[in-house]
Nanobody, 114 residues
Framework: QVQLVESGGGLVQPGGSLRLSCAASGMTFSRQSMAWFRQAPGKEREQLAVIYSGGTTIYADSVKGRFTISRLNAKNLLYLQMTRLKPEDTAVYYC????????WGQGTQVTVSS
């Protein structure tokens, strides 16, 4: 079955950077469009960025210009490079397809605080 495992989160100061990874298994990764989501306490899960199988990317306004989604098909890996982090970026971050076709992984916690 499909498994999604996120990693790379942590505590970072405002203005800092982190790179998240998502290891996918049980699917033909190179053919899947993939996305990053996050869920902050008390808020609904939101989609942040999408990368289509052909490489095209789109971003939510809240992260445009600060976050970059990328993929390494040879290793079934999805990345999210996050820069200029803000306290409001604090959340649990998840990967999935844009249509949320698979069971959520455990996510990775990102905390932006001084």
């Amino acid at each position: 079955q499909v498994q999604l495992v996120e990693s790379g989160g942590g505590l970072v100061q405002p203005g800092g950077s982190l790179r998240l990874s998502c290891a996918a298994s049980g699917m033909t990764f190179s053919r899947q469009s993939m996305a990053w989501f996050r869920q902050a306490p008390g808020k609904e899960r939101e989609q942040l960025a999408v990368i289509y199988s052909g490489g095209t990317t789109i971003y939510a306004d809240s992260v445009k210009g600060r976050f970059t989604i990328s993929r390494l098909n040879a290793k079934n890996l999805l990345y999210l490079q996050m820069t200029r982090l803000k306290p409001e970026d604090t959340a649990v971050y998840y990967c999935n397809t844009p249509g949320i076709n698979f069971t959520w992984g455990q996510g990775t916690q990102v905390t932006v605080s001084s």
